[in-house]
């Protein structure tokens, strides 16, 4: 049998909207991942080491707070401090288009923005996880 | 069942086989099963014999009990609701700009977003507020900033609105202060402070402290209010957010209702004369877009409040039972694709909470499922009020949709589910219980993910998102913030800390901490460590150190 493909979920900052990362957890769960969710307030180096513990294929990161520049890159480099270069950061929130050219430069693979069916990111993962 | 209702009844019957039976064998509806935006079922149509009203008991008349009309005896047509766009970005100066363009357009009162450090208890050069500096709201680290923010405000003429919860007392303490410095006394302030940590757990997330203590700070707050700012509405007990984080209606006004009363049994349990600060306390709800079952939500929750108040908790001023509220567009109905759309969007939830009762309104902005609103988006929001307010003919009558058999209907309904969420809870042992179990979190994801399913399925349209969609550009335009405030704040927080009386902040601090781990109300340590310019992180670091910090079990 295949390995299941593991995500962390995770809240970035301060931002309390978790409406979002709820629904998204829940859709990849139902999607045969297995996911493990941070709960609210995780800085990008409690992120980091949460995905290293957990040994996941995926850091999804939900953020609307418009903090995203600063802590979607920082917890990036969070992760590739501690060697974990091989993980997929995906992104989703009220992110603005002009944004994101500079996240994905900054390592960030993809960004979900409003109004994105789950499927899409479901199908985003499935395709990428291993590249 | 009366005659009347019998005979209706009947005819009914008769009417279905005679016609609809027919009609649907040609053209079969569009669904199987009609339902509102909540999910309740809705019926073909709805007649004198679907729906129970008491005219006197269950409905009344403006100002009287229950108050299911309205709470004051002529609405509209004496006062317009408050107008108040909820605003704040960056800094304490730029958003100062902001309420006065607000001001100077028609707003007659002002509504204070402040940004995620504030609202956690951070001050902005702390390591936690690294990159959330001015971006949802305003950074206030100390009174200095408040003193900017108001610079050229009359704060005895304008009523003020701040959404602030775990750091409510500081906040209020700071526009204490700085109204003092106007020479305006606390008794002449008139506004609310949000001040609900229940939905913070429960679906917001600006916490800090745990329960006990956070409902500590809130009684010692009424006590405090009751007696020095008796125009203040010290709570707005909300289910904006419950509803944004993904709740239906009645879950909306059972879950506020049922933390609204453990807020009353709280302050009770503390000595606290309900009839004392019952008269503050003040409500928040979403108009969402289902423009009947919103009408119909309003109303509910206002018979509801009223017959817990009066027979339940046994309040004898009336003021104690009538539920005031404030009103916002909901957000999250908002889509970031077709832009435009949203004007609409907001107009029909505008017109629901105005033919819903509504005190006070914020409308959203076409642009806020992208980014902050720009000025002018803001202004096309703010003139969505003033059409309700001057065009419709709305606000001409006193709640207009009564009698309609379908809102009446809807009304009931709503009522009785939200009165069962109420019981339930009660039978928990009230919201904290409620919360701290995950059960108020639990209903709402559930009805959270159905939502999105029905999306996704396009069992339920939204327009431009999953159906009429249109190639579009990204939008250009959107407002940012400076990257550069947390800097400027930075170097703020340092000039303050250069020029106050260092010794006279520590002796307010440890003051302060005295009063924490005892019983004394925490009001006038708080306001004399704001009036030495002990910073916000200062004061609230004072607190957490004793009452420590909440830590959530998450689930998804």
């Given at each position: 049998m295949e390995k299941k493909i593991r995500v962390l979920v995770a809240k970035p900052g301060l931002d309390g909207h978790d409406r979002g990362a709820k629904v998204v957890a829940r859709a990849f769960r139902d999607a045969g991942f297995e996911v493990i969710y941070t709960g609210l307030r995780q800085t990008p180096e409690q992120i980091a080491e949460a995905a290293l513990q957990e040994d996941v294929n995926v850091v999804a990161l939900s953020i609307l707070s418009g903090a995203h520049n600063t802590l979607l890159p920082r917890t990036v480099l969070a992760l590739k401090?501690?060697?974990?270069?091989?993980?997929?950061?995906?992104?989703?929130?009220?992110?603005?288009?002009?944004?994101?050219?500079?996240?994905?430069?900054?390592?960030?693979?993809?960004?979900?923005t409003p109004g994105t069916p789950t499927g899409t990111a479901v199908e985003y993962i499935r395709s990428h996880v291993g590249e | 069942m009366s005659d009347d209702q019998k005979t209706i009844a009947q005819d009914k019957e008769r009417w279905y086989k005679a016609q609809v039976e027919k009609t649907l064998a040609r053209f079969p509806e569009r669904k199987e099963q009609f339902t509102t935006n909540s999910g309740m079922p809705v019926d073909r149509v709805y007649t004198p014999a679907d729906v129970n009203v008491n005219y006197t008991g269950d409905l009344?008349?403006?100002?009287?009990?229950?108050?299911?009309?309205?709470?004051?005896?002529?609405?509209?047509?004496?006062?317009?609701?408050?107008?108040?766009?909820?605003?704040?970005?960056?800094?304490?100066?730029?958003?100062?700009?902001?309420?006065?363009?607000?001001?100077?357009?028609?707003?007659?009162?002002?509504?204070?977003?402040?940004?995620?450090?504030?609202?956690?208890?951070?001050?902005?050069?702390?390591?936690?507020?690294?990159?959330?500096?001015?971006?949802?709201?305003?950074?206030?680290?100390?009174?200095?900033?408040?003193?900017?923010?108001?610079?050229?405000?009359?704060?005895?003429?304008?009523?003020?609105?701040m959404t602030i919860n775990a750091p409510a007392s500081v906040l209020l303490a700071m526009y204490i202060a700085v109204a003092e410095k106007q020479g305006v006394p606390s008794t002449k302030l008139a506004g609310t402070i949000q001040n609900d940590i229940l939905k913070e757990y429960a679906a917001r997330g600006t916490y800090i402290y745990p329960p006990a203590p956070s409902m500590r700070l809130i009684n010692d707050i009424f006590a405090f209010c009751a007696e020095k700012v008796?125009?203040?509405?010290?709570?707005?007990?909300?289910?904006?957010?419950?509803?944004?984080?993904?709740?239906?209606?009645?879950?909306?006004?059972?879950?506020?209702?049922?933390?609204?009363?453990?807020?009353?049994?709280?302050?009770?349990?503390?000595g606290l004369d309900v009839d004392t600060f019952a008269p503050q306390l003040s409500f928040f709800f979403n108009a969402h877009n289902d423009f009947f079952e919103e009408v119909a939500k309003f109303r509910a929750a206002r018979r509801l409040w009223a017959k817990i108040m009066k027979e339940e908790v046994g309040a004898k001023n009336p003021k104690s039972w009538m539920l005031r509220f404030h009103t916002q567009t909901g957000g999250s109905t908002l889509t970031a694709q077709q832009p435009m759309n949203n004007i609409v969007r907001v107009a029909l939830q505008a017109f629901a909470a105005v033919c819903g009762g509504t005190q006070s309104l914020h409308t959203n902005s076409m642009d806020e499922a992208l980014a902050l609103p720009t000025e002018q988006s803001v202004m096309v929001a703010l003139r969505t009020q003033q059409i309700i307010a001057y065009e419709s003919g709305a606000a001409e009558t006193i709640d207009p949709l009564a009698g309609s058999y379908y809102v009446e209907s809807l009304t009931n309904t709503i009522e009785a589910e939200a009165r069962a969420y109420i019981d339930r809870?009660?039978?928990?042992?009230?919201?904290?219980?409620?919360?701290?179990?995950?059960?108020?979190?639990?209903?709402?994801?559930?009805?959270?993910?159905?939502h999105q399913r029905?999306?996704?399925?396009?069992?339920?349209?939204?327009?431009?998102?999953?159906?009429?969609?249109?190639?579009?550009?990204?939008?250009?335009?959107?407002?940012?913030?400076?990257?550069?405030?947390?800097?400027?704040?930075?170097?703020?927080i340092k000039a303050v800390k250069a020029r106050r009386d260092n010794a006279a902040v520590a002796a307010a601090l440890a003051e302060l901490r005295i009063a924490a781990q005892g019983t004394a109300n925490l009001m006038p340590p708080i306001l004399a460590a704001v009036k030495s310019y002990a910073t916000l992180q200062e004061i609230c670091d004072v607190m957490r150190d004793v009452f420590g910090e909440y830590r959530p079990s998450e689930e998804f």
């Open positions: 401090e501690r060697g974990m270069d091989d993980v997929l950061v995906v992104g989703g929130g009220v992110i603005p288009a002009e944004d994101i050219p500079g996240l994905k430069s900054a390592g960030v693979a993809e960004v979900f | 009344g008349f403006p100002g009287e009990f229950p108050f299911t009309r309205g709470v004051q005896p002529t609405m509209y047509r004496g006062r317009f609701w408050t107008m108040r766009q909820y605003a704040g970005f960056g800094t304490a100066e730029e958003s100062n700009a902001r309420y006065k363009y607000l001001l100077n357009a028609g707003q007659s009162g002002l509504s204070v977003a402040f940004d995620l450090p504030t609202q956690i208890g951070y001050d902005s050069d702390s390591p936690m507020a690294e990159g959330e500096v001015g971006k949802v709201g305003v950074a206030i680290d100390s009174l200095a900033d408040m003193e900017i923010l108001f610079d050229g405000i009359p704060l005895d003429k304008v009523s003020t609105s008796p125009n203040w509405n010290t709570i707005s007990i909300s289910g904006y957010h419950i509803r944004e984080a993904g709740s239906t209606a009645a879950q909306e006004v059972g879950f506020t209702l049922a933390n609204g009363l453990s807020y009353v049994r709280a302050a009770m349990a503390a809870i009660i039978g928990m042992g009230g919201s904290v219980k409620a919360i701290e179990t995950g059960y108020m979190q639990r209903e709402i994801q559930d009805s959270a993910y159905r029905q999306v996704e399925s396009g069992e339920r349209v939204i327009v431009g998102m999953n159906k009429f969609q249109t190639k579009e550009d990204a939008p250009k335009n959107l407002l940012r913030v400076d990257m550069s405030v947390q800097a400027s704040q930075a170097e703020k």
